[in-house]
């Protein structure tokens, strides 16, 4: 199994930016995609961006490209999800999600509040 701890979630005033970090218990190499979803009050959970092991580029939702940026560091087993300029629109809950032998991992969650 892997476990996904998420943290960095807070309260940013619109342009604002915030850096999510999720550390993981195994090489993350060895994980066959990972990725961050989010979801707002009263909404369905949202795929925000996803990358493969090699660390191509899956999937970059339209309202985050050219502000959120995926990441990782092997060495720490952690990626992370820059996310700049930052619109009230954004604000959700954010997962860490990681696909691996089939079987779907979930972080817990951290809130990332946009508001002026």
């Known amino acids: 199994q892997v476990q996904l701890v998420e943290s960095g979630g807070g309260l940013v005033q619109p342009g604002g930016s915030l850096r999510l970090s999720c550390a993981a218990s195994r090489n993350i190499f060895s994980i066959h995609g990972m990725g961050w979803y989010r979801q707002a009050p009263g909404k369905q959970r949202e795929l925000v961006t996803r990358i493969s092991t090699g660390d191509s580029t899956n999937f970059v939702a339209d309202s985050v490209k050219g502000r959120f940026t995926m990441s990782r560091d092997n060495a720490k087993n952690t990626v992370y999800l820059q996310m700049n300029n930052l619109k009230p629109e954004d604000t959700a809950v954010y997962y860490c999600?990681?696909?691996?032998?089939?079987?779907?991992?979930w972080g817990q969650g951290t809130q990332v509040t946009v508001s002026s």
């Open positions: 999600y990681a696909r691996y032998f089939g079987q779907d991992y």
